[in-house]
T-cell receptor, first 114, second 112 residues
Framework: DAGVIQSPRHEVTEMGQEVTLRCKPI?????LFWYRQTMMRGLELLIYFNNNVPIDDSGMPEDRFSAKMPNASFSTLKIQPSEPRDSAVYFC????????????FGSGTRLTVV | DQQVKQNSPSLSVQEGRISILNCDYT??????FLWYKKYPAEGPTFLISISSIKDKNEDGRFTVFLNKSAKHLSLHIVPSQPGDSAVYFCAATISGNTPLVFGKGTRLSVIA
């Protein structure tokens, strides 16, 4: 199994541009999570899906952020327009269940907004 | 407001000695706790967990202690090895029915 695959690994974009981060979860995992890592806040949950349905998006910081999961093998996190304070590492994780020891994280996307 | 707190951003320990990483939580509903380990340019990986019905869980060189009354847990690594150098995240959940809430992480450096 290739694990959770995120793309791109690095993204540098100018303020105001649209950014799309992509994630392919592990096949058979019912849960998908988007986390963001910053120095100030650590790893914070943005949104999670169960069977492709968004369950809790209360962690999404602003309306500029949106996430979709059109099928069981693909999810996107979009920021439009992007701002410098969005610079962070964004992780996608998938799991068979909510219980935490089963989370498998991708390698992350390092986003830099200049 | 951080529900899971790791107040030490970094820790440096000599090889062979004990590493102790601390974590505090504020939500008394949390009853299952985990430690994740993260190397640079990789995602976090699960290390060890503990349920609130226990006060200790051991796995090889790694032991997690839970003090429910103090809402505190700690991860002990004995003996520490250079390969243990990583960022360690403490996380918590309510009965495994809520997504993990993570702390800010502690960067451990094990010096040879």
């Amino acid at each position: 199994d290739a694990g959770v695959i995120q793309s791109p690994r690095h993204e540098v974009t100018e303020m105001g541009q649209e950014v799309t981060l992509r994630c392919k979860p592990i096949s058979g995992h019912d849960y998908l999570f988007w986390y963001r890592q910053t120095m100030m806040r650590g790893l914070e949950l943005l949104i999670y899906f169960n069977n492709n349905v968004p369950i809790d998006d209360s962690g999404m910081p602003e309306d500029r952020f949106s996430a979709k999961m059109p099928n069981a093998s693909f999810s996107t996190l979009k920021i439009q327009p992007s701002e410098p304070r969005d610079s962070a590492v964004y992780f996608c994780a998938s799991s068979l269940r909510l219980l935490g020891y089963g989370y498998t994280f991708g390698s992350g996307t390092r986003l830099t907004v200049v | 407001d951080q529900q899971v707190k790791q107040n030490s951003p970094s820790l440096s320990v000599q090889e062979g000695r004990i590493s102790i990483l601390n974590c505090d939580y504020t939500n008394s509903m949390f009853d299952y706790f985990l430690w994740y380990k993260k190397y640079p340019a990789e995602g976090p990986t699960f290390l060890i967990s503990i349920s609130s019905i226990k006060d200790k869980n051991e796995d090889g060189r790694f032991t997690v202690f839970l003090n429910k009354s103090a809402k505190h847990l700690s991860l002990h690594i004995v003996p520490s090895q250079p390969g243990d150098s990583a960022v360690y995240f403490c996380a918590a959940t309510i009965s495994g029915n809520t997504p993990l809430v993570f702390g800010k992480g502690t960067r451990l450096s094990v010096i040879a």
